[in-house]
């Protein structure tokens, strides 16, 4: 049998039981057939003969006693050969059991002991392989391995590891791991191996699917890589179509524009004689056209700029209160024509924010522009800003009929104006690069880019700029801006 172990705890030693013998053997000696010489004489006297007959008795006695040891010798002798077949049994069945395939051979390979896995995994009874070859269950490519890997034990290995494929009878080529040991020696018994044999097959299986999902992976990657790339040449195409067409937009349109302004304020200063009243309000017209155009000329300009990173900005320490107030002075005009009060910024003095100037003040320019070309007559505006952790916070707030849910998400899209109304809750009108809606005429001209270029350059100055509202409640765009110390 391949497992030899006995439990041995229960057995009496072979030392007593040789002792017990010898004392058996010794006092059954003392009772042999006496010498006539040794026998009494007839005219022995009653002492002696009751002398011969204690002794008798004795040695009968002895005898008895030895008999009685030699029967529980065989009685202790007979429950532990119980108790090790029973060991035995046990141990077979959990080899014999055991899910995963076991193999026993000597040091040539040559298989004397498998288990029922091991049988199904060779595809043969469990007799028909003993005495057979583990190497004839080994594909012909590997068999030097095999040798290699036995030779090995016989030089004094202990453990190895082996993948290698197994040609079983029934499921031809199976892959599989085996673990191998060298099994300590017991007496009577050869030197062998234990072969612990694991099919491998799913395994491999979910290797292959792995490696067909990553090939499809690369491939998907590949083919949207290429698809990617095809959309970078186009973007660039038309990055450089998009770069002419700024270029002619800013020498062939902004140029003629700037001598139209000219000549309209010749006219409008008569220089060249004097204009009637109607040819004053005339021109008064076309030289506010032609500022409208240049400017949405000049936003989108800016706008292209801040989409390629053109735009170079000169960050330094800047007073928040003197610049604030300086803007709203520079506005208060228009507050008058709009019939909207300017009311007082509020905030802590000697608060600085880290910013480029002119990007500053074209942000706040638009954003109080905004409050009062939008707001309702009679409403305010005012300005306000705190100080929070490394931020600054600078508030333009209005009492317009504010904006909803759905204009607030759309609000900083480029080309995207929305114009509220009083008492409304939908907008007015939307412009588009696409063209303008129904109503246009009704609503302030612009371009739909002063908030998604104010957001911008907010962000390039490490900023963010939001806004919130309520309608019928005006609305409030904070704009936050680092404080000097954080890059200091």
């Not at 896995?117 to 068999?143: D, N, Y």
Request: with cysteine; charged share 20%; proline share 6%.
């Amino acid at each position: 049998m391949f497992l030899h172990s006995r439990d041995r705890s229960e057995l009496p030693s072979i030392d007593d039981f040789s002792y017990n013998v010898k004392r058996a053997e010794h006092r059954a000696a003392t009772l042999c057939i006496r010498h006539p010489d040794d026998l009494p004489p007839p005219n022995a006297s009653d002492s002696d003969l009751e002398s011969m007959s204690l002794e008798l008795i004795a040695n009968l006695e002895e005898l008895r006693v030895a008999e009685a040891e030699l029967i529980q010798q065989n009685e202790e002798l007979e429950r532990g050969r119980t108790l090790l077949e029973y060991a035995q049994g046990r141990y077979q069945d959990l080899f014999e059991f055991a899910p995963d395939a076991y193999i026993a051979t000597d040091l040539n390979g040559r298989i004397h002991e498998c288990n029922t896995a091991a049988a199904a995994l060779l595809g043969l009874a469990s007799e028909i392989t003993v005495g057979k070859p583990l190497m004839a269950f080994v594909h012909g490519r590997q068999r030097r391995m095999l040798r290699s890997m036995i030779s090995s034990f016989s030089g004094g290995g202990v453990t190895a590891t082996w993948n290698f494929t197994l040609l079983s009878r029934s499921s031809g080529e199976l892959p599989v791991s085996a673990r191998i040991s060298r099994m300590p020696p017991d007496p009577g018994h050869p030197p062998s191996l234990l072969w612990i044999v694991r099919d491998m097959s799913e395994e491999v299986a979910m290797d292959r699917q792995l490696l067909a999902v990553h090939h499809e992976l690369e491939q998907g990657v590949t083919k949207h890589t290429q698809a990617l790339n095809d959309t970078l040449r186009r973007e660039r195409a038309a990055n450089g179509a998009r770069a002419k067409f700024l270029a002619a937009l800013s020498h062939e349109i902004r140029t003629p524009l700037h001598a139209l302004i000219a000549y309209t304020d010749v006219l409008r200063q008569e220089l060249h004689g004097p204009v009637n009243e109607q040819q004053a309000r005339d021109l008064l017209r076309m030289h506010q056209g032609h500022e409208h155009i240049l400017g949405l000329v000049n936003r989108i300009l800016d706008f292209a700029r801040l989409e390629n990173g053109d735009v170079t900005l000169h960050l330094t320490a800047v007073e928040v209160g003197p610049f604030v107030r300086n803007v709203l002075e520079l506005l208060q005009p228009k507050c008058v024509d709009s019939n909207v009060r300017c009311l007082t910024p509020v905030g802590p003095e000697g608060v600085e924010v880290w910013a480029d100037l002119d990007a500053l003040r074209q942000v706040l320019f638009n954003l109080i522009g905004n409050a009062i070309t939008f707001n309702v007559p009679h409403g305010s505006v005012q300005l306000s800003w705190s100080v929070e952790h490394d931020q600054v916070a600078i508030h333009v707030h209005d009492t317009g009929p504010g904006l909803t849910r759905d204009q607030l998400d759309v609000i900083f899209e480029p080309f995207v104006r929305v114009t509220p109304e009083p008492h409304s809750a939908t907008p007015h009108a939307v412009a588009t690069e696409h063209g303008m809606d129904h109503g246009a005429e009704h609503r302030p001209e612009g371009s739909g880019l002063g908030l998604p270029i104010s957001r911008a350059l907010v962000e390039a100055m490490h900023g963010s700029l939001t806004a919130e509202s309520v309608p019928e409640h005006g609305s409030t765009f904070s704009l936050r801006l680092p404080r000097p110390h954080v890059f200091h």
